[in-house]
């Protein structure tokens, strides 16, 4: 229960008045309303908790039911596709492009958020000094973030392009040869990496940026008078006291970066033969990339991708409730 | 010390912003110079060439987008505004557990959406439609809108509410008439991120408006790609004028895209 009320009081100062104010209203509602004051509540709810069911909800066990039966291109209009229990995920398994595509996946995501993380920090504590412009610029830096993604992800693949791209072209300044960004099986996935921790950066920037506003000065001045180096400050007061924030912003990014899709499509399609392929590109090719679709093995891929996400931000729920209760 | 400090971050921003710089360079490109080797570091031959072809290309990619964008911002608002008065106000029995689907809801991979979706629109036949794609690309905005209200209503002060109430107003006429006039800054940076989502959505576009009549431009820019390689100079225009609304929104509504941003993540 505690995730909630975190979420619905997010809003910086307003958690303080709200939660000031919080019991008084509670109190009367019972004496007073009782009743029909809940039936107004859900009333102005009910429009997304229908919406939520048939949005969400259904697609969800849409998918499930797909994962779980043999469908055709004929069953899947016309329905009476039979039921054929995990075949669909042992077909996945056993497919030669699992083992790639999770090991792209992981290695997509964690270097994608360890460069994010570190360089959004690393921006978020030079933006915390006062000099002229830094507001101006920390606005620039969203622009990224702001691009739609196939705008930023042809921009790379055209700097990348191995004949005519500028990223070659630099290197070359410095007598590199050739590199083969996107068509080479060694080089695509740092490619498509690069280009999501470019647009990642921002984000960290500025939710890093605002956790630090909230740290007291004053614990920096009382650290310095007890002649701590900046160093020291940064491991000994920074570090710890924006664990929270740290922790929710690599989550965030975590669960995005899972997600990943446009940008791997758009520049490699998962190519040059797979070298590129994760979870998420996987189960759209099978789903909607190839001659005959097969939904089944898809879905299956896809339902593989939302138990990750799962168990990671499960993960940090517990983590935070026990750092709650310590 | 100071100016120091101001010509790193120049530095830095540039060194970020470089990609962006480079394809609006590119947008300017002569079609013969954009094979030379090294290439041109400033569009000395500068030509229209790109933005012509847009304009004879793109136009009806960019309106389908707009009227798309649109549609979800209203839907967006329409939903989420009245649920986040409810559960920030009315303290509905039940209503955290709601705010908690609405978490989980966001980490829902957009290629599971789209593969529901694509079956749902199937079998009702919304594939290829407007309005079809204005419903999957509110899914991308609406647990993020209920969070981003609820917030922020959750700040108005219980006396402005209690007032109306005196004043005789009913639990429909206070959102109305005070909730919804007060949360005026959040409207808004909910619906520049649901326009800037929907605007930039791809994959429910390429799987839920494959070979429809009205396209976006995403797919605009994609089918681009894929049919001529040669004039990339037409590919960046494109994509320079699809960058449009992301700028507007980063000139005129900066402080609520930093507040959108955050709102989502930080607490407390």
């Known amino acids: ?326 | 010390m100071s100016r120091w400090k101001t010509a790193i971050g120049l530095a830095l921003t540039g060194v970020m912003l470089f990609p962006v710089y480079w394809m609006i360079n590119v947008s300017f490109t002569r079609d013969t110079d954009m094979r030379k080797s090294p290439p041109y570091w400033f569009p000395v031959h500068g030509t229209l060439e790109g933005y012509r072809a847009v304009l004879d290309q793109q136009l009806p990619y960019l309106g389908t987008s707009l009227v798309i964008g649109l549609g979800t911002v209203a839907l967006t608002v329409a939903l989420a505004a009245p649920a986040a008065y409810s559960l920030a106000k009315l303290r509905p029995r039940g209503g955290g557990a709601l705010g908690f689907v609405l978490l989980i809801a966001q980490m829902i991979p957009g290629i599971i959406m789209a593969m529901g979706f694509y079956a749902i629109f199937l079998s009702t036949g919304f594939l290829n439609s407007v309005l079809g794609l204005i419903v999957a690309d509110s899914t991308l905005a609406v647990p993020f809108a209920v969070l981003v209200f609820t917030a922020f209503m959750s700040g108005i002060p219980e006396e402005l509410l209690q007032a109306a109430r005196v004043d005789g107003a009913g639990v429909a006429r206070t959102f109305w008439s005070v909730v919804l006039p007060v949360s005026r800054n959040s409207v808004i940076t909910v619906s520049l991120f649901a326009f800037l989502w929907a605007w930039s959505d791809f994959i429910f576009a390429s799987t839920l408006d494959q070979g429809g009549e009205r396209e976006p431009i995403t797919l605009g820019i994609y089918r681009y790609i894929g049919n001529n390689n040669q004039q990339w100079n037409a590919i960046m225009a494109t994509a320079v004028i699809a960058s449009i609304p992301a700028t507007i929104l980063l000139i005129i509504a900066q402080r609520y895209v930093a507040a959108g941003v955050t709102a989502g993540a930080v607490k407390d």
């Not at chain 1, 933006?127 to 622009?143: D, E, G």
Request: glycine content about 10%; charged content about 10%; overall charge positive.
């Open chain 1, 1 to 326: 229960m505690s995730t909630p009320t975190r979420a619905r009081t997010g809003g910086g100062t307003a958690v303080d008045r709200n939660g000031a104010a919080l019991p008084p209203v509670r109190g009367r509602g019972i004496r007073r309303r009782g009743r029909p004051g809940q039936w107004a509540a859900w009333a102005f709810l009910a429009p997304v908790v229908v919406y939520l069911l048939v949005f969400y909800a259904y697609p969800l066990y849409r998918n499930i039911d797909l994962s779980v039966r043999h469908y055709t291109v004929r069953s899947f209009v016309h329905g009476g596709a039979p039921f054929t229990g995990l075949d669909n995920y042992r077909t996945v398994f056993a497919d030669p492009t699992f083992g790639p595509a999770l090991w792209h996946t992981v290695v997509f995501t964690v270097v994608s958020l360890a460069f994010q993380f570190a360089i959004g920090l690393a921006l978020a504590m030079f933006f915390t000094q006062h000099f002229r412009l830094s507001a101006t610029l920390r606005a620039l830096f969203l622009v990224p973030w702001l691009l739609p993604l196939i705008v930023s992800s042809s921009t790379w693949s055209w700097m990348l392009n191995s004949e005519s791209g500028v990223v070659n072209a630099f290197l070359g300044l410095f007598g590199a040869g050739q590199v083969n960004w996107l068509t080479s099986p060694d080089w695509s996935l740092w490619s498509v990496t690069i280009a999501n921790i470019w647009i990642g950066i921002p984000f960290n920037l500025v939710v890093l940026y605002s956790g630090l506003q909230a740290i007291s000065p004053q614990i920096y001045e009382a650290a310095q008078l007890d002649g701590a180096g900046a160093w020291q400050r940064f491991w000994k007061v920074t570090f710890p006291l924006l664990r929270p924030v740290s922790a929710i912003t690599l989550l965030l990014g975590l669960v995005y970066t899972l997600k990943v899709f446009d940008i791997i499509w758009i520049m490699t399609r998962g190519g040059p033969s797979g070298s590129s392929t994760t979870f998420a590109t996987w189960s759209y090719r099978l789903g909607f990339a190839n001659l005959l679709p097969s939904f089944g093995p898809a879905a299956a891929v896809g339902n593989l991708l939302i138990v990750m996400a799962l168990v990671f931000g499960l993960v940090y729920i517990r983590a935070q409730r026990r750092q709650g209760l310590s």
